[in-house]
Nanobody, 117 residues
Framework: QVQLVESGGGLVQAGGSLRLSCTAS????????MNWFRQAPGKEREFVAS???????YYVDSVKGRFTASRDNTKNTVYLQMNSLKSEDTAVYYC???????????WGQGTQVTVSS
């Protein structure tokens, strides 16, 4: 059974940091582009970051310099390190496996990140 499970969300003060993890089961994520999306209350889901199988990363402008995507293929896990968090980063964060940037074959269930100002 294909599954992506996120963890690491929570409540943090503005300026703080969180690291999200996304672990795959039922498939090997090393050959996939792993994408991170988020959905804030009342807003559409938006692309945040992507890491290719090569390790090359891409970020939406609003998180560049603050967020870092990484992957550990030995653990079948990807990470999103989020620093200097702002209240506007509050959202449910989803990881997704796909064949390209922003493309999705599999979704995770999401993890809530709340940044208090």
């Amino acid at each position: 059974q294909v599954q992506l499970v996120e963890s690491g969300g929570g409540l943090v003060q503005a300026g703080g940091s969180l690291r999200l993890s996304c672990t795959a089961s039922g498939f090997t994520l090393s050959t996939y582009t792993m994408n991170w999306f988020r959905q804030a209350p009342g807003k559409e889901r938006e692309f945040v970051a992507s890491i290719r199988s090569s390790g090359r990363t891409y970020y939406v402008d609003s998180v560049k310099g603050r967020f870092t995507a990484s992957r550990d293929n030995t653990k079948n896990t990807v990470y999103l390190q989020m620093n200097s968090l702002k209240s506007e980063d509050t959202a449910v964060y989803y990881c997704a496996a796909g064949l390209g940037i922003g493309q999705v074959n599999y979704w995770g269930q999401g993890t809530q990140v709340t940044v208090s100002s």
